[in-house]
């Protein structure tokens, strides 16, 4: 399989679960295209194996992690395993680390008993500026500090018709939050939280209600909520459906293009 050219944005939900393991869904993993560019962000727990259902990961034009917590980039071990043993590869593929990430993936193959460089002849691995955005194929990428455990960026990624889906990854409920997802045309929310009294007094997570309300501060003109306890979808949906048509759950699998219709941009769920 290869990207298949639509030039609308698209997102494939490849997993949208918590750290902990669950069966309905691998941890946190989006697929986003357009044309045939096609970036994944963050690669928790079980996305590699879901990716390949989707496309040849070999095929992604890049990949870009939030933050470095287990659940948005453990996987990014297994992607190394699709390239040679020896020689380096033909195409290495673009890693896109935090601040600090390219130590993190010494360490990481220090770990799993890999030796030294053996990420360096799959991946070209840079680490990004937030100062800077990434072009990547037709694509821009922005980002913005989160508030949370550890340092983590939110992520816009925009088509050259100016449409834009905003992944917020972790984050607690902040003014600058809602500032940088304002007007995004598909808003990726996390809904982590069971209960605040789990949160740090510095908020790293939001409760499904916070993120929703986020949501509607920003103006997003579509949104999933993201990283919830699949056993959670009936009650969280329950809570979107209160809030409009315009907000709902991620479930893994999922897959959400960006459509023209007379009255603006609408988010279509497609086969
Ligand atoms: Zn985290
Ligand atoms: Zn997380």
């Known amino acids: 399989m290869t990207v298949d050219p639509q030039r609308r944005l698209r997102l494939t939900v490849l997993g949208f679960s918590t750290a902990v393991p669950h069966p309905a869904s691998p941890a946190s993993g989006y697929l986003v295209s357009w044309d045939t560019t096609a970036i994944l962000l963050d690669a928790g727990q079980g996305v590699a194996s879901r990716l390949a259902r989707e496309i040849d990961p070999r095929d992604l034009a890049a990949v870009i992690v939030g933050h470095m917590h287990a659940d948005h980039y453990i996987d990014i071990a297994a992607l190394r395993y699709l390239y040679p043993w020896g020689a380096p590869a033909a195409r290495r593929l673009p890693v896109h680390l935090p601040p600090g990430g390219r ?58 018709d100016g449409r834009r889906l905003v992944y917020l990854g972790d984050t607690g409920p902040t003014d600058a939050a809602v500032a940088f997802a304002r007007g995004a045309d598909l808003l990726l929310v996390e809904a982590a939280l069971r209960s605040t009294a789990d949160d740090d007094t510095i908020r790293g997570h939001l409760m499904p209600d916070e993120a929703i309300d986020l949501a509607r501060r920003a103006e997003a003109r579509s949104a999933l909520l993201v990283h919830f306890d699949p056993d959670r979808t009936e009650e969280i949906a329950g809570m979107c459906a209160a809030a409009g048509d315009w907000i709902r759950p991620a479930s893994a699998g999922m897959t959400v293009s960006l459509v023209e219709s007379p009255g603006g941009v609408a988010a279509v769920l497609t086969p």
């Open 103 to 160: 130590d993190r993936m010494t360490a990481l193959a220090i770990a799993i008993s890999e030796r030294d460089g053996f990420f360096d002849s799959a991946f070209d691995v840079a680490e990004y500026d937030e100062r800077t955005p990434l072009e990547i194929g037709d694509l821009t990428v922005r980002f913005a500090r989160s508030q949370h455990f550890v340092p983590a960026w939110a992520m816009s990624v925009e088509t050259p």
